[in-house]
């Protein structure tokens, strides 16, 4: 699996072959067999781990902020998550959000169950967020959450470690999140000065 998950990232679905998973994984192509009934079997498991894999490692961070950590911090670290996991920590999760659409729909149930779960995380995270006022009244958070996860996702494609690292990637998408989000800072009053006094 780790051999499978490490080429659907580098050749997608369609270009992901169990000689090439072999390979990588310095087995004969046939001794997978002994694992999975068939490559559509073995990627389905890969991509399903990858999102469970991303859900659970959310819930733990989620869970080890501390008490009282705002809703718009929590997002920020759920997108600094996502960029982590899915760049940096784990093939799995890279795999999956890379092959997402790639693959036929009857290997999907189990990986769109999971992906609904993920979801529904940062879904919590973005009502909590509107509901504390810390969104801006022009931006639908239920529209605001495809956009962040599109864009987050979509680095997957481009980021290139050699010219950026993760770290930066992190603070620039944690910044855009923030100021995308964030109600405008209102002006400051000033008070009208009085008459000078002779």
């Known amino acids: 699996m780790d051999a499978a998950a490490h080429v659907l990232c580098t050749k997608g679905f369609a270009g992901t072959r169990l000689t090439d998973v072999a390979e990588h994984a310095q087995l004969q192509a046939p001794a997978i067999y002994y694992y999975f009934a068939s490559r559509e079997d073995l990627i389905e498991e890969t991509v399903f781990r990858g999102v469970n894999d991303l859900r659970n490692h959310l819930k733990r961070a989620l869970d080890a902020l501390p008490p009282g950590t705002s809703p718009m911090d929590q997002i920020l670290t759920?997108?600094?998550v996502h960029l982590r996991h899915g760049l940096e920590l784990s093939d799995y999760?890279?795999?999956?959000?890379?092959?997402?659409?790639q693959i036929p729909e009857r290997l999907r149930a189990r990986h769109k169950k999971e992906l609904t779960a993920y979801n529904r995380?940062?879904?919590r995270l973005m009502t909590a967020a509107a509901a504390?006022?810390?969104?801006?009244?022009?931006?639908?958070?239920k529209l605001a959450q495809p956009l962040i996860l599109g864009a987050l996702n979509?680095?997957?494609?481009?980021?290139?470690?050699?010219?950026?690292?993760?770290?930066?990637l992190v603070a620039n998408?944690?910044?855009?999140?923030?100021h995308s989000l964030s109600p405008a800072p209102k002006p400051v009053r000033r008070r009208a000065k009085?008459?000078?006094s002779g």
């Open 78 to 80: 759920a997108a600094e």
């Open 173 to 178: 998408a944690q910044v855009f999140i923030r």
């Open 121 to 123: 995380i940062w879904k």
């Open 194 to 196: 009085g008459p000078v």
């Open 93 to 101: 999760a890279r795999a999956s959000i890379r092959n997402s659409s």
């Open 154 to 168: 979509w680095s997957a494609e481009w980021w290139d470690p050699r010219r950026n690292s993760v770290d930066t």
């Open 132 to 141: 504390d006022g810390q969104i801006r009244d022009d931006v639908d958070p």
